[in-house]
T-cell receptor, first 112, second 113 residues
Framework: EDKVVQSPLSLVVHEGDTVTLNCSYEVTNFRSLLWYKQEKKAPTFLFMLTSSGIEKKSGRLSSILDKKELSSILNITATQTGDSAIYLCAVEAQTGANNLFFGTGTRLTVIP | DAMVIQNPRYQVTQFGKPVTLSCSQTLNHNVMYWYQQKSSQAPKLLFHYYDKDFNNEADTPDNFQSRRPNTSFCFLDIRSPGLGDAAMYLC????????????FGDGTRLSIL
């Protein structure tokens, strides 16, 4: 059965800290891995990763995929209170449509 | 500038009373999805439309149906809501083809009395 596992489930840090969120997957016919940020409403797209070892970066956020280890990490440097959210990892399988298997997320809380 | 719009944001209905949630998009994407997300759980795909082709997930209850009258609109109908159907319902869209990110609406939070 396809599954996506995220760790830790929750994390509390102080502003300015650096955090690393983990995602591991077992998905048949992997196509891509996506990271989303979910605050109180819709998940907001952050990154899509298809190739191993190539870091994607957006401001203080970066992510990398390791296809050999079937995993990905999301790094956030110099965290701010606005980074508090649930970070969802999703994996796309190679089916007819872009079906995503989501992990249950990591809840990040950044304390001032 | 919202591109995937869900209405209403909050919906309250009675046990067993049919309810319809709506989603519209301005992205002209081929694919539209409906997810159910319960508290502290991952979004769970219910079904999706690839253009007019409807694709139901195997474990989606028969109580849940969908309509897509045109490219821009998609509806989720819950025929006889039970207490267990209380959840956030998320609509998403994507372009066709592989490796296309899904773009989500803000969701409709459904409560059942």
């Amino acid at each position: 059965e396809d599954k996506v596992v995220q760790s830790p489930l929750s994390l509390v840090v102080h502003e300015g800290d650096t955090v690393t969120l983990n995602c591991s997957y077992e998905v048949t016919n992997f196509r891509s891995l996506l990271w989303y940020k979910q605050e109180k409403k819709a998940p907001t797209f952050l990154f899509m990763l298809t190739s191993s070892g190539i870091e994607k970066k957006s401001g203080r956020l970066s992510s990398i995929l390791d296809k050999k280890e079937l995993s990905s990490i999301l790094n956030i440097t110099a965290t701010q209170t606005g980074d508090s959210a649930i970070y969802l990892c999703a994996v796309e399988a190679q089916t007819g449509a872009n079906n995503l298997f989501f992990g249950t997320g990591t809840r990040l809380t950044v304390i001032p | 500038d919202a591109m995937v719009i869900q209405n209403p944001r909050y919906q309250v209905t009675q046990f067993g009373k049919p309810v319809t949630l709506s989603c519209s998009q301005t992205l002209n994407h081929n694919v539209m999805y409906w997810y159910q997300q319960k508290s502290s759980q991952a979004p769970k795909l219910l079904f999706h439309y690839y253009d007019k082709d409807f694709n139901n997930e195997a474990d989606t209850p028969d109580n849940f149906q969908s309509r897509r009258p045109n490219t821009s609109f998609c509806f989720l109908d819950i025929r006889s809501p039970g207490l267990g159907d209380a959840a956030m319902y998320l609509c998403a869209t994507s372009k066709a083809g592989g490796s296309q990110p899904q773009h989500f609406g803000d969701g409709t939070r459904l409560s059942i009395l």
